[in-house]
């Protein structure tokens, strides 16, 4: 095995036991490379420590503190999670620019006789890797949109859908997000932009580009993280299977989908106080009543009626996308949502 690995892709990241971000904690939770375990050198504390006497203008002193933390450190490593590692272990070890913190890793690891293997560039190598599959090829993919106003369970679908064997991309899933003003999780943070697109990457990277992909209809962002320009031209322009539920049925869908959300009085404020203003104090005012009071079911209706599918009709009279088929349920309940998989997975077989 080489010393050092130059061209990055997912293939030849299979080839190592194990792959080591020895970047600080704070680095490694922006982003990492995809099954990436973190195993610092510095800590948070250490390398803001290391850094402020480096700019004071004492180098010397700071390589000093920096190596003898280092040292500790990669000693700790070694007891700790790589003890049981035998010896014909093989990782790749990475920092941010492939410098000193990963090939001081590096070198211990390649003292004890593991098959350590420096990746060249560091993690500035993988961004590069990303950003030229997400932003600058084309995908190589045949998207199909699942479509329909907001509640018509899409992302419970897909994921049934998946269960036939049909090849799904959950967006929302790799964003953390469900894609509307109620969508944010409660007590997670949405990735980073960067871990999005790793994560992005990484899912795209197993699916056949011989067979087509359902992915849910989204805007080009799900909460706050932005959809690659690759995949977001694709979605531009591929077919749509559309789903039609009543309003009432997709109320009592989202309030039951939407628990966590309705139980969080927090939650519904947030989510309220980022509808646009042009509702008035009057209807804002009432929609906060209705979760005070605990009439979600009424909310959800008003929301539908009031925000959600006006959007949603104006945005559906300028898609010239072509629609494959419209399915329609009476009910968003798993018997519902069962037979609109199986015939969303019938459509797909059809077109094999």
């Excluded at 992909?213 to 531009?236: C, F, H, N, T, Y």
Aim: net charge neutral; aromatic share 6%; glycine share 8%.
């Amino acid at each position: 095995m080489a010393d050092s690995l130059d061209v990055i892709d997912l293939n030849a990241l299979r080839a190592f036991d194990d792959i080591i971000d020895v970047r600080s904690p704070a680095e490694f939770a922006i982003d990492h490379v995809p099954g990436a375990i973190n195993l610092p050198v510095l800590s948070n504390a250490q390398r803001a420590e290391v850094g402020t006497i480096y700019v004071q203008g004492s180098r010397f002193h700071a390589r000093k503190i920096g190596a003898a933390h280092v040292a500790r450190n990669i000693a700790h490593h070694l007891e700790t999670t790589l003890a049981d590692r035998p010896g014909g272990y093989a990782p790749l070890v990475y920092c941010w620019r492939g410098g000193q913190r990963s090939g001081s890793m590096a070198t211990v690891l390649r003292q004890v006789g593991w098959r350590t293997t420096l990746m060249t560039g560091g993690y500035k190598t993988w961004r590069r890797y990303v950003t030229d599959r997400l932003y600058d090829q084309p995908l190589g993919l045949e998207l199909v949109l699942l479509d329909g106003n907001t509640g018509s369970a899409k992302t419970e679908i897909l994921g049934r859908v998946a269960k036939r064997g049909v090849q799904v991309l959950d967006l929302e899933g790799l964003a953390g997000h469900r894609g509307s003003v109620f969508g944010a999780m409660p007590g997670l943070d949405q990735p980073s932009q960067k871990m999005f697109e790793s994560r992005l990457l990484q899912a795209l990277a197993i699916l056949d580009p011989a067979r087509p992909v359902l992915v849910e209809a989204e805007s080009s962002k799900i909460g706050d993280r932005m959809v690659p320009p690759a995949l977001w031209q694709v979605m531009q322009t591929a077919p749509r299977i559309v789903l039609e539920v009543d309003a009432a049925e997709r109320a009592r869908y989202l309030v039951a989908a939407y628990g966590e959300v309705v139980r969080d009085p927090v939650s519904i404020e947030r989510a309220l106080s980022r509808l646009p203003a042009l509702y008035g104090h009057k209807t804002l005012a009432a929609w906060r009543e209705m979760a005070r009071v605990g009439a979600f079911e009424a909310l959800a209706e008003a929301l539908i009626e009031t925000h959600y599918d006006p959007a949603y009709g104006r945005s559906s009279r300028q898609d010239t996308r072509p629609c494959l088929a419209s399915l329609s349920t009476a009910a968003l309940n798993e018997d519902g949502q069962e037979r609109l998989a199986d015939q969303i997975a019938a459509l797909f077989a059809s077109n094999r």
